[in-house]
């Protein structure tokens, strides 16, 4: 398993940034994958879970800002992030099942996003 996230960096308050992640040695089309985040000193957060066929879940605190998509073409996930704030900075990461708890060691190193004014 093999997973790539990119994309990151810095941003003002209200930009927009879409992060990727690559992912590799495993059959990614019928894989559930999801995106999750660690800001400095916390836990993660998840953020966002993709099934094979697209269908997508939110956290209620997630939704409206953000949106995970996917091409399994590419085997390549994405997440669109809007009207980004500073509490957004932290690091990104792709991991693959819908929510961190069945991620185990099954994710990538991360990108990191600051937001700064």
């Known amino acids: 398993v093999h997973l790539v996230e990119s994309g990151g960096g810095l941003v003002q308050p209200g930009g927009s940034l879409r992060l990727s992640c690559a992912a590799s040695?495993?059959?990614?089309?019928?894989?559930?994958m999801s995106w999750a985040r660690q800001a400095p000193g916390q836990g993660l957060e998840w953020l966002a879970g993709?099934?094979?066929?697209?269908?997508?879940k939110y956290p209620d605190s997630m939704k409206g800002r953000f949106t995970i998509s996917r091409d399994n073409a590419k085997n390549t996930m994405y997440l669109q992030m809007n009207s980004l704030k500073p509490e957004d900075t932290g690091v990104y990461y792709c991991?693959?099942?819908?929510?961190?708890?069945?991620?185990?060691?099954?994710r990538g190193q991360g990108t990191q996003v600051t937001v700064f004014s």
């Open positions: 991991g693959i099942g819908l929510t961190t708890t069945t991620w185990g060691n099954r």
């Open positions: 993709i099934y094979w066929d697209g269908v997508t």
């Open positions: 040695g495993f059959t990614f089309s019928t894989a559930t």
